[in-house]
């Protein structure tokens, strides 16, 4: 039971241009949105992040959408750069659940994301 | 560089063995989490601990097991290992175990079960 999901496995976009990366989420819980980057042999490292109190934040070229009535959210990349080739993770909390899930980030598949100069 | 180091980077094995992941988390952080990552998925949680103790739990196999020292780093344990544990496996931390807390990753090991 995929809970988040990117169904686009990859994206290729030019230089300079916007990059759109889309998640999908099913469980309603969810209230805490991140996403993350991946270089090759990296771990994934902290992008942005959205609470389900807003529907929009923005961290320079970055800025994550949410809109809840769909169960979806985007990252927006403008412009787009060669060095933001990477895989893109979208991933999910809730932050007012309790039990033993206090911890637990929730993973989509990801988005290699490819800017071509 | 997020600070958090995991040991090894490659881990060659066969089945049936027992393996163990070593992570050291960030400079106080108190909080350290595991993932598997398979191929062509995402990012599985495991478990969490919080200053030694387990603080969630998530599709973590009978056969794995973790723990958090005193000196805050981690191991994971997996044993009877199969085919199907080959995967790369990551470990976090964060300051407090809070839900909203950016999580740091470290490099991740990958394991390949033979």
């Known amino acids: 039971d995929q809970q988040v999901k990117q169904n686009s496995p990859s994206l290729s976009v030019q230089e300079g241009r916007i990059s759109i990366l889309n998640c999908d989420y099913t469980?309603?819980?969810?209230?805490?949105f991140l996403w993350y980057k991946k270089y090759p042999a990296e771990g994934p490292t902290f992008l942005i992040s959205?609470?389900?109190?807003?529907d929009k934040n923005e961290d320079g070229r970055f800025t994550v959408f949410l809109n809840k009535s769909a169960k979806h959210l985007s990252l927006h990349i403008v412009p787009s750069q060669p060095g933001d080739s990477a895989v893109y993770f979208c991933?999910?909390?809730?932050?007012?659940?309790?039990?033993?899930?206090?911890?637990?980030?929730?993973f989509g598949q990801g988005t290699i994301l490819t800017v071509h100069p | 560089d997020s600070g958090v180091t995991q040991t090894p980077k490659h881990l060659i094995t066969a089945t049936g063995q027992r393996v163990t992941l070593r992570c050291s988390p960030r400079?106080?952080?108190?909080?350290v989490y595991w993932y598997q990552q398979s191929l062509d998925q995402g990012l599985q949680f495991l478990i969490q601990?919080?200053?030694?103790?387990?603080?969630a739990k998530g599709n973590i196999l009978e056969r794995f097991s973790a723990q958090q020292f005193p000196d805050l780093h981690s191991e994971l344990n997996l044993s009877s290992l199969e085919l199907g544990d080959s995967a790369l496996y990551f470990c976090?931390?964060?300051?407090?175990?809070?839900?909203?807390?950016?999580?740091?990753f470290g490099p991740g090991t990958r394991l390949l079960v033979l």
């Open positions: 601990y919080y200053n030694g103790e387990e603080r």
């Open positions: 959205i609470s389900s109190i807003k």
């Open positions: 469980n309603s819980m969810f209230d805490y």
């Open positions: 976090a931390s964060s300051a407090s175990g809070l839900r909203q807390e950016t999580q740091y």
């Open positions: 400079s106080g952080d108190l909080s």
């Open positions: 991933a999910a909390n809730n932050i007012r659940a309790g039990g033993t899930s206090y911890g637990k980030l929730t």
